[in-house]
């Protein structure tokens, strides 16, 4: 089984930047979409941003041209850049991946408090 681990979160002011990255370990034999979504409190969990094995990205209208996804597909990472922040961007952030064991398995990380205040 693969296991996604976060790292990044934290308090910033707004107007600052955070990076989020994610790392995918275990059983894997391919990693297809990976990417972040969000939940603030009281509200549902929504995408933030993928990006597929060919880099073909997708963002959330709140975050475009404020936040970047990349990845490193030989160290199974995603990485968020996040400039400008909100106090609206605050949330628990979790890390997405569609992970290929034996089948193919939608896989989450334990998710990362990012907090926009000042």
């Known amino acids: 089984q693969a296991q996604l681990v976060e790292s990044g979160g934290g308090l910033v002011q707004p107007g600052g930047s955070l990076r989020l990255s994610c790392t995918a370990s275990g059983n894997i034999r391919d990693i297809y979409t990976m990417g972040w979504y969000r939940q603030a409190q009281g509200k549902q969990r929504e995408l933030v941003a993928t990006?597929?094995?060919?880099?073909?990205?997708n963002y959330v209208d709140s975050v475009k041209g404020r936040f970047t996804i990349s990845r490193d597909n030989a160290k199974k990472t995603v990485v968020l850049q996040m400039n400008g922040l909100k106090p609206e961007d605050t949330a628990v952030y979790y890390c997405y991946a569609q992970v290929l064991s034996g089948f193919i398995i939608d896989t989450w990380g334990q998710g990362i408090q990012v907090t926009v205040s000042s």
């Open positions: 990006i597929t094995t060919s880099g073909s990205i």
